[in-house]
């Protein structure tokens, strides 16, 4: 079973999708492969992110609106054993840099422990994972090498490749995350309890 997850690391349901999707899978074993795509929810935000607040207005429309969907998520979370801590975030971060990094951590047969560690270092710890430095350091404590890590992120390597899974996402349609596909036949989108997901694999696996 091949499961592609399209993502975004400051989204904070793709989290929740994560931990729905393991628990899906525990209760059902096999041999599964995950793999994890980028989807870059804000394109257009600058290099360097903006203030979270200033963020959330502008999306959302104001403070009290994200307030609301904050209740649901910290429920969420609070099922899932994630202890959201978003008022520990300062900024939005650009992203491309961290779906860079996802992209290498796969080659390294360490994607799913450097996703981990960036959703967490994130939501739970604050950390602006729009910065190299910080990038660097999450991805060596989840056991990437320290100055590969550097020399690659100093690099080109990889953007076109994270640019053309991206768009491959767009061509079918994505405009939400997460969004789960198994074995390129069966998808679904949102953080799906995982009662949908295993009802999502078995189909995919009769398709």
């Not at 931990?19 to 257009?44: C, K, M, Y």
């Not at 959201?84 to 971060?93: D, H, L, M, N, V």
């Amino acid at each position: 079973m091949q499961i592609d997850i399209y993502s975004d690391i400051v989204c904070p349901w793709c989290y929740v999708g994560k931990r729905r999707l393991e628990r899906a899978l525990t209760s059902i074993g096999g041999d599964v492969h995950v793999t994890w795509r980028p989807f870059q929810l804000n394109p257009t935000m600058p290099l360097d992110g903006m203030n979270r607040k200033a963020y959330l207005e502008a999306k959302f429309g104001s403070l009290e609106a994200f307030g609301r969907m904050e209740e649901q998520l910290l429920a969420a979370g609070a099922e899932e054993r994630i202890p959201f801590a978003f008022e520990k975030i300062q900024r939005t971060p650009n992203t491309f840099a961290t779906h860079r990094l996802v992209w290498y951590a796969a080659q390294q047969g360490k994607q799913d422990e450097v996703v981990e560690a960036l959703f967490r270092g994130y939501f739970l710890e604050g950390k602006n994972i729009g910065d190299v430095k910080t990038l660097t350091h999450v991805a060596a404590a989840a056991g990437l090498d320290r100055t590969e890590i550097e020399e690659f992120l100093a690099s080109e390597n990889g953007v076109f490749e994270v640019k053309e899974e991206e768009a491959g996402g767009r061509r079918l349609g994505i405009s939400g995350v997460p969004y789960f596909v198994f074995n390129g036949r069966v998808s679904i989108y949102g953080a799906q309890p995982s009662e949908i997901i295993v009802s999502a694999i078995e189909q995919a696996e009769k398709t």
